[in-house]
């Protein structure tokens, strides 16, 4: 397993937001997490990435308790996240957001990391916009940027925070491809999407998230055509 979490929780005053949450995620698996607004979903993410630190329980990644690691260490050991609402440095070209990431994520040699940098760029189709600030991209652009951002810190486990939401169908099918690419690459994924058709198109499981606790976790079409999981994800009468 690359990742564990067991008994998690984590409250905001009165209210749980991650209240037991227990599941592991083998290395290479596509693991997507479905949830109503509210849910608790980029909650769990903070509480991964150490953004957020867990008020009980354990989280494990790659066989080290991490639970109470500071953000900055667990991304050098290899969690890093795309977010909701895409961060870059505006002013900053394509290419120098993504060395920035890198120097952040994982330092080291500057020769390798702008040769890593550019192999991302090609990899997440930005390699034509290298040099343009980031500002002015497009949507799906910067949504590409965010994923090459998360990608430059040198990931074994990624995290993206519905990075479909917003986009055309065609745009969707073409990010779709690059997760699909960055995934056969080898890099395990956790996605929070609520674009399903995206998500259901990678993941070879879905975990549902209500109120913090988790409800289901499974094949795909299983967690579908469960009752409980239509009547509260869906808001569908069966
Ligand atoms: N820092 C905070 N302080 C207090 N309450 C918070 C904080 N962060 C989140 N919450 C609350 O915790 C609950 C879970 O929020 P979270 O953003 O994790 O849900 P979500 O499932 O990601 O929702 P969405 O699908 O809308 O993004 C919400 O009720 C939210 O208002």
Same mark, same amino acid.
């Given at each position: 397993?690359?990742?564990?979490?067991?008994?998690?929780? $984590?409250?905001?005053? /009165?209210?749980?937001? /991650? @209240?037991?949450?227990?599941?592991?995620?083998?290395?290479?698996?596509?693991?997507?997490?479905?949830?109503?607004?509210?849910?608790? $979903?980029?909650?769990?993410?903070?509480?991964?990435?150490?953004?957020?630190?867990?008020?009980?329980?354990?989280? !494990?990644?790659?066989?080290? @308790?991490? !639970?109470?690691?500071?953000?900055?260490?667990?991304?050098?050991?290899?969690?890093?996240?795309?977010?909701?609402?895409?961060?870059?440095?505006?002013?900053?070209?394509?290419?120098?957001?993504?060395?920035?990431?890198? !120097?952040?994520?994982?330092?080291?040699?500057?020769?390798?990391?702008?040769?890593?940098?550019?192999?991302?760029?090609?990899?997440?189709?930005?390699?034509? $916009?290298?040099?343009?600030?980031?500002?002015?991209?497009? *949507?799906?652009?910067? $949504?590409?940027?965010?994923?090459?951002?998360?990608?430059?810190?040198?990931?074994?486990? *990624?995290?993206? @925070?519905?990075?479909?939401?917003?986009?055309?169908?065609?745009?969707?099918? /073409?990010?779709?491809?690059?997760?699909?690419?960055?995934?056969?690459?080898?890099?395990?994924?956790?996605?929070?999407?609520?674009?399903?058709?995206?998500?259901?198109?990678?993941?070879?499981? *879905?975990?549902?998230?209500?109120?913090?606790?988790?409800?289901?976790?499974?094949?795909?079409?299983?967690?579908?055509?469960?009752?409980?999981?239509?009547?509260?994800?869906?808001?569908?009468?069966?």
């Amino acid at each position: 397993m690359i990742l564990s979490l067991d008994s998690v929780s $984590k409250s905001f005053g /009165a209210l749980k937001v /991650a @209240d037991g949450v227990t599941f592991a995620v083998p290395k290479g698996e596509a693991l997507g997490i479905i949830g109503p607004n509210g849910a608790g $979903k980029s909650t769990l993410f903070n509480l991964i990435t150490g953004n957020l630190l867990a008020s009980g329980g354990h989280i !494990t990644f790659e066989g080290r @308790d991490v !639970t109470r690691l500071p953000a900055m260490e667990r991304v050098r050991m290899g969690v890093g996240r795309s977010f909701q609402i895409p961060q870059p440095f505006e002013g900053l070209t394509v290419f120098e957001n993504l060395l920035t990431a890198a !120097t952040f994520g994982r330092g080291g040699r500057e020769a390798e990391m702008v040769e890593d940098c550019a192999r991302i760029l090609e990899e997440t189709e930005l390699l034509r $916009k290298a040099n343009a600030v980031a500002g002015s991209l497009s *949507l799906l652009d910067r $949504k590409r940027l965010e994923l090459a951002r998360a990608m430059a810190t040198g990931p074994k486990l *990624l995290l993206l @925070d519905e990075i479909a939401g917003g986009l055309t169908e065609a745009e969707c099918t /073409a990010l779709v491809a690059t997760i699909r690419g960055i995934h056969a690459g080898g890099t395990t994924i956790i996605w929070i999407e609520h674009v399903l058709h995206a998500l259901t198109s990678v993941v070879q499981r *879905l975990l549902v998230l209500d109120f913090g606790r988790v409800i289901g976790i499974g094949a795909p079409d299983e967690i579908m055509a469960s009752r409980e999981v239509r009547e509260i994800y869906l808001g569908l009468e069966v």
